[in-house]
């Protein structure tokens, strides 16, 4: 079109492209932050679901670390402290039922790093036979539980932790004596709750007082549900270990030396003939361990998710309930020339400052509850670096994910049907 009709419109034109609607990155940010503040209350309410979120995810990730840490000492000081000698006889018929000295603990332990040593075995009561407390014929408890035949040192070795009494000793062993120690499992089937009465128990129709009740060990848990008989009183009653039953030893080892011992122990037990006894050594703990914690961060790393999942829900629905409450504003904005990208990215600009706030003040909750627990179990923290400065950037992606959909609805509202609102 010529004309002055067209020259004017050519001029309006341009005038339009010169002053096209423009939303600077200064002016989104104040935008966002005046956003923000305008409801303190609402926004906080917003960020509380990533700071519980992220903070979750940075506690649990440095707690599973450090539990980790403390799984591989707990390794080290017992898994590769314990070795277990077993008896095989050889092919020689002396030694059929049991090849292990009678000096056999002394012997052991004269080894440099040697803590306890003892041998022991599993007694095998007739058919029918169990362990009651009290004698046949009489109103009793009976339990159908392990005897075992042990020499002091197998007790000394498992690091029993009493609940009531004592363990028997070398001197009980030496005389026969036809004393007990019971596992808590085993006194509970029996009905033993205290040691004062001097409760007897009859294994076989035998009487044996009870002087000990074990409540925890730190090696061989099956003692928990056995009941603990000197080794000479079980040769005195029943005989040595029977067919299928050898006898075995265990050695409980300084830190570091259970490997040697291993290679050691049957020359030291019977130099002439030390094929008769196999050594088994704690097995390389890094397998096991690597197995624990490879669990322990996966079942940690889902829960953190969950908790990111929950928070970008709230934050989408705190955002969402925002745009639908400024609904006016959004018009407003529209018709003073606001595109639609301008306001999509003034909500995303709002959803994900929030986010990156949660994500700060949860990494600093989460930073520290780690350290506060370990504190207070006198464990060491252990918090990766990058978990701690990750954990910003996951709460800023989390805010503007989260604020994808309200700010494409903000987007989306007409200039004219919102100021008809």
């Known amino acids: 079109m010529t004309g002055p009709v067209g020259f004017a419109l050519q001029r309006l034109r341009r005038r339009r492209a010169v002053h096209a609607s423009r939303l600077s990155p200064r002016d989104l940010l104040a935008e966002a932050t005046a956003g923000m503040l ?17 903070g979750t995810f940075v506690a649990v990730l440095g707690l599973t670390s450090t539990t980790s840490q403390q799984i591989d000492e707990r390794f080290n000081a017992l898994t590769a402290t314990e070795v277990t000698i077993e008896d095989t006889g050889g092919d020689q018929p002396e030694y059929l ?43 009793a408890e009976e339990a159908q539980g392990q005897v075992i035949a042990a020499s002091p040192g197998v007790l ?6 009493l609940q009531q009494g004592r363990v028997f000793d070398a001197y009980h062993d030496r005389k026969a004596q036809q004393v007990a120690v019971v596992g808590s499992g085993m006194a509970a089937r029996l009905g033993i709750t205290t040691l004062e009465t001097a409760p007897a128990i009859f294994i076989d129709g035998d009487a044996f007082t009870v002087i000990g009740i074990v409540e925890e060990v730190d090696r061989k848990s099956d003692l928990l549900l056995s009941v603990v008989v000197p080794r000479t009183t079980a040769q005195h009653v029943w005989g040595g270990p029977r067919s299928g039953d050898r006898a075995k030893m265990l050695i409980s080892t300084q830190l570091g030396a259970a490997q040697q011992i291993a290679k050691e122990a049957a020359l030291a037990l019977d130099p002439a003939h030390p094929d008769y006894f196999r050594a088994i050594p704690p097995p390389d703990p890094r397998s096991l361990r690597t197995a624990v914690t490879s669990d322990l961060d996966q079942l940690f790393l889902l829960l953190a998710g969950i908790c990111l999942l929950i928070g970008a829900v709230g934050i989408a629905n705190t955002t969402l309930v925002a745009v639908l409450e400024r609904t ?43 350290v506060g627990t370990a504190m207070a179990r006198e464990w060491t923290p252990v918090i990766h670096p990058a978990t701690v400065m990750a954990a910003p950037a996951i709460g800023l992606l989390t805010g503007v994910v989260a604020g994808l959909y309200p700010a494409w609805r903000a987007s989306r509202i007409q200039p004219v049907e919102a100021l008809r609102r």
């Open 38 to 54: 305008q409801r303190p209350g609402r926004s906080a309410l917003t960020a509380l679901g990533t700071v519980l979120g992220v």
């Open 156 to 161: 000394a070795a498992a690091g029993p932790h």
């Open 97 to 139: 039922q049991n090849a292990f000295p009678a000096d056999a603990d002394a012997r052991v332990e004269r080894l440099n790093g040697v803590r306890d040593a003892g041998v022991y075995w599993s007694v095998r009561l007739p058919e029918g036979k169990g362990v009651r407390s009290a004698p046949v014929g009489e109103a």
């Open 328 to 370: 006016g504003e959004i018009g407003l904005r529209r018709a003073l020339g606001a595109r639609s990208r301008h306001i999509t990215l003034q909500f995303l600009a709002e959803s994900g400052a929030l986010g990156t706030l949660g994500g700060l003040v949860g990494t600093s909750l989460g930073t520290f509850a780690v």
